[in-house]
Nanobody, 124 residues
Framework: QVQLEESGGGLVQAGGSLRLSCAASRFSFTTYGMGWFRQAPGKEREFVAALPRSSTITYYADSVKGRFTISRDDAETTAYLQMNDLKLEDTAAYYC?????????????????WGQGTQVTVSS
Protein backbone atom coordinates (compact mmCIF):
# COMPACT_ATOMS: atom_id res chain seq x y z
CA GLN A 1 0.00 0.00 0.00
CA VAL A 2 1.02 3.61 -0.52
CA GLN A 3 3.23 4.99 2.18
CA LEU A 4 4.27 8.52 3.09
CA GLU A 5 6.40 8.78 6.18
CA GLU A 6 7.37 12.11 7.68
CA SER A 7 10.38 12.68 9.89
CA GLY A 8 12.44 15.54 11.22
CA GLY A 9 9.99 17.15 13.59
CA GLY A 10 10.88 18.11 17.12
CA LEU A 11 11.28 20.89 19.63
CA VAL A 12 13.10 24.03 18.52
CA GLN A 13 13.48 27.54 19.85
CA ALA A 14 11.95 30.47 18.06
CA GLY A 15 14.25 31.61 15.29
CA GLY A 16 15.62 28.13 14.78
CA SER A 17 15.36 25.76 11.84
CA LEU A 18 14.11 22.27 11.10
CA ARG A 19 14.07 20.16 7.98
CA LEU A 20 11.17 17.79 7.51
CA SER A 21 11.44 14.79 5.23
CA CYS A 22 8.69 12.76 3.61
CA ALA A 23 9.75 9.36 2.33
CA ALA A 24 7.36 7.99 -0.26
CA SER A 25 6.94 4.44 -1.46
CA ARG A 26 4.61 2.13 -3.38
CA PHE A 27 3.30 4.66 -5.85
CA SER A 28 4.66 6.51 -8.85
CA PHE A 29 6.23 9.41 -6.99
CA THR A 30 7.35 11.29 -10.10
CA THR A 31 3.78 11.56 -11.39
CA TYR A 32 2.47 13.22 -8.24
CA GLY A 33 2.71 16.72 -6.90
CA MET A 34 3.74 17.01 -3.28
CA GLY A 35 2.38 19.26 -0.60
CA TRP A 36 2.81 20.04 3.07
CA PHE A 37 -0.01 20.90 5.42
CA ARG A 38 -0.13 21.57 9.13
CA GLN A 39 -2.70 21.39 11.89
CA ALA A 40 -2.45 23.12 15.23
CA PRO A 41 -4.56 22.03 18.22
CA GLY A 42 -8.11 23.27 17.87
CA LYS A 43 -7.56 24.51 14.34
CA GLU A 44 -8.31 23.21 10.88
CA ARG A 45 -5.63 21.69 8.72
CA GLU A 46 -4.06 24.37 6.56
CA PHE A 47 -1.98 24.48 3.42
CA VAL A 48 1.72 25.24 3.85
CA ALA A 49 3.54 24.55 0.58
CA ALA A 50 3.24 22.72 -2.72
CA LEU A 51 5.55 21.58 -5.49
CA PRO A 52 3.99 20.12 -8.63
CA ARG A 53 5.51 17.15 -10.44
CA SER A 54 8.11 17.97 -13.06
CA SER A 55 8.23 21.57 -11.94
CA THR A 56 10.47 23.98 -10.14
CA ILE A 57 7.58 26.32 -9.37
CA THR A 58 6.73 26.34 -5.70
CA TYR A 59 3.73 27.70 -3.82
CA TYR A 60 3.50 28.83 -0.22
CA ALA A 61 1.02 30.07 2.29
CA ASP A 62 1.57 33.75 3.01
CA SER A 63 2.39 32.92 6.63
CA VAL A 64 5.49 30.92 5.68
CA LYS A 65 6.61 32.63 2.49
CA GLY A 66 10.28 33.58 2.66
CA ARG A 67 10.93 31.25 5.60
CA PHE A 68 9.98 27.78 4.35
CA THR A 69 11.22 25.95 1.25
CA ILE A 70 9.65 22.87 -0.30
CA SER A 71 11.74 20.57 -2.47
CA ARG A 72 11.78 17.03 -3.76
CA ASP A 73 14.29 14.41 -4.80
CA ASP A 74 12.64 12.16 -7.34
CA ALA A 75 15.53 9.71 -7.32
CA GLU A 76 15.09 9.25 -3.58
CA THR A 77 11.28 9.56 -3.76
CA THR A 78 11.44 12.03 -0.92
CA ALA A 79 9.97 15.47 -0.37
CA TYR A 80 11.37 18.03 2.03
CA LEU A 81 10.28 21.10 3.89
CA GLN A 82 13.08 23.35 5.09
CA MET A 83 11.77 25.63 7.83
CA ASN A 84 13.83 28.62 8.90
CA ASP A 85 13.18 31.46 11.36
CA LEU A 86 10.54 29.39 13.09
CA LYS A 87 7.89 31.23 15.08
CA LEU A 88 5.67 30.16 17.95
CA GLU A 89 2.70 30.11 15.58
CA ASP A 90 4.42 27.46 13.45
CA THR A 91 3.78 24.91 16.20
CA ALA A 92 1.63 22.17 14.68
CA ALA A 93 1.57 18.64 13.37
CA TYR A 94 2.97 18.71 9.83
CA TYR A 95 1.72 16.36 7.15
CA CYS A 96 3.03 15.62 3.70
CA UNK A 97 0.60 14.66 0.96
CA UNK A 98 0.58 13.64 -2.68
CA UNK A 99 -1.77 14.83 -5.41
CA UNK A 100 -2.24 13.58 -8.98
CA UNK A 101 -3.19 17.12 -10.07
CA UNK A 102 -0.74 19.63 -11.49
CA UNK A 103 -0.46 23.25 -10.46
CA UNK A 104 -1.08 25.33 -7.36
CA UNK A 105 -2.97 22.69 -5.41
CA UNK A 106 -3.78 24.09 -1.98
CA UNK A 107 -6.95 22.23 -1.07
CA UNK A 108 -6.48 19.19 1.12
CA UNK A 109 -9.31 17.41 -0.70
CA UNK A 110 -7.14 17.35 -3.84
CA UNK A 111 -4.53 15.21 -2.15
CA UNK A 112 -5.19 11.50 -2.12
CA UNK A 113 -2.25 10.21 -0.14
CA TRP A 114 -1.26 11.40 3.32
CA GLY A 115 1.42 10.70 5.87
CA GLN A 116 0.85 10.23 9.58
CA GLY A 117 2.36 13.58 10.50
CA THR A 118 5.31 14.82 12.51
CA GLN A 119 5.07 17.25 15.40
CA VAL A 120 6.89 20.57 15.32
CA THR A 121 6.95 22.56 18.54
CA VAL A 122 8.48 26.02 18.67
CA SER A 123 9.33 27.39 22.10
CA SER A 124 10.13 30.92 23.20
Amino acid sequence: QVQLEESGGGLVQAGGSLRLSCAASRFSFTTYGMGWFRQAPGKEREFVAALPRSSTITYYADSVKGRFTISRDDAETTAYLQMNDLKLEDTAAYYCAATPYWGKITGSQEYGYWGQGTQVTVSS
